[in-house]
């Protein structure tokens, strides 16, 4: 972390070789849909590279796929440890994991970002075990960005926490205000607090203890708190930039608006289905894809991780975090 005053990371300005480990083992569909879903992404970046972390005999039947002039963008970290979807978070802090294998990988500077479609749980578990939280950040959060009719809407937390306690609430809100600043490049983000009204008063103990917190609270920058907002806020985007709830009611509500897209077609012109979220508050980057992934959300999860270690948006909000909690302290 930084000082107050440090300067902020600057994005990089020309495409450069990105290496992103990938959790061959995670996810309903593995590894075949991994597999799939990274061929996708070495033909749709020529600048991408994979640290492949899982059995020897799936990376090799990747590896043999690729053009012979191409698979110098592919390596290997041997590891046989599954997490299904069924076990408890903390086998995701085993060192024979293939999950805790691509965050060990990030950690010591062997790759630049992590994707996962593994357990949630045991990838949160990895990720802060290997890379340590972010100074003043309680819980990380998973944001999703929903393609809302007027715009992206940053959507936190969607399952990194199921806690729902206003401190962690605010701090889901000082993440989502500066993630929407630097990946979305919104100048003055409005960040609402999810509810069942947008009337003062509503909602349950967390969410209204939570209100006049955040109409308090500095969010950095131009970023303002508006209140409460109710779930079709979420899609419409007309009302925030910035919608915060726990990972529990964030998580049902990601689902639900997936499965209106699906039934309607898809989602608004110039967007697409939300099926990989950021993980905000370890210090690294860290990428989870829906459970339920395909081959072509693995690899827009390794676009993502691919664009957010371009424009250095961990270590910008990282910065931007540390002057804000530095300041209020």
Same mark, same amino acid.
């Given at each position: ?158 399952? *990194? ?11 889901? $809100? !000082? =993440? @989502?205000? +500066?993630?929407?600043? %630097? &990946? ?80 309607? *077609? ?11 979220? $950021? !993980? =905000? @508050?370890? +210090?690294?980057?860290? %990428? &989870? ?41």
């Amino acid at each position: 972390m930084s000082t107050p005053g440090a300067p902020v990371p600057a994005p990089l300005t020309e495409p450069v070789a990105v290496r992103i480990a990938v959790d061959l083992l995670g996810g309903d569909g593995a590894p075949a849909v991994v597999v799939d879903g990274a061929l996708r992404a070495f033909e749709a970046d020529p600048d991408v590279r994979l640290l492949l972390v899982g059995p020897n005999e799936v990376a090799d039947e990747l590896i043999a796929a690729l053009p012979p002039t191409e698979r110098h963008r592919a390596s290997v970290r041997p590891l046989l440890g599954a997490v299904s979807m069924a076990d408890p978070p903390q086998r995701g802090g085993r060192f024979d994991t293939t999950v805790r294998g691509a965050a060990l990988a990030v950690a010591e500077g062997a790759a630049d970002a992590l994707v996962s479609a593994g357990s949630t749980g045991a990838t949160v578990t990895a990720a802060v075990l290997s890379l340590g939280r972010w100074p003043g950040i309680r819980r990380p959060a998973l944001l999703a960005t929903i393609p809302a009719v007027a715009g992206p809407v940053a959507l936190l937390d969607v399952g *990194g926490s199921l806690e729902a306690r206003p401190i962690t609430l605010a701090g889901h $809100a !000082l =993440l @989502g205000a +500066a993630y929407a600043t %630097v &990946v979305h490049d919104i100048a003055r983000p409005r960040v609402g607090l999810l509810s069942i009204g947008a009337e003062p008063g509503k909602g349950d103990r967390a969410r209204r203890t939570t209100d006049p917190m955040l109409a308090d609270l500095k969010l950095g920058g131009d970023a303002h708190y508006v209140g409460f907002v109710e779930g079709y806020d979420v899609s419409s985007g007309e009302r925030a930039d910035v919608v915060v709830t726990d990972g529990f009611t964030g998580n049902i509500l990601l689902k639900g608006i997936e499965g209106a897209y699906a039934m309607a *077609g898809g989602p608004p012109p110039g967007g697409a289905a939300p099926r990989a979220a $950021a !993980l =905000l @508050g370890v +210090a690294g980057t860290v %990428v &989870v894809c829906h459970g339920g992934a395909t081959g072509d959300d693995i690899a827009s999860g390794i676009a993502l991780a691919t664009h957010l270690h371009r424009n250095r948006a961990i270590a910008r909000i990282a910065t931007a975090l540390a002057d804000l909690i530095e300041v209020s302290t």
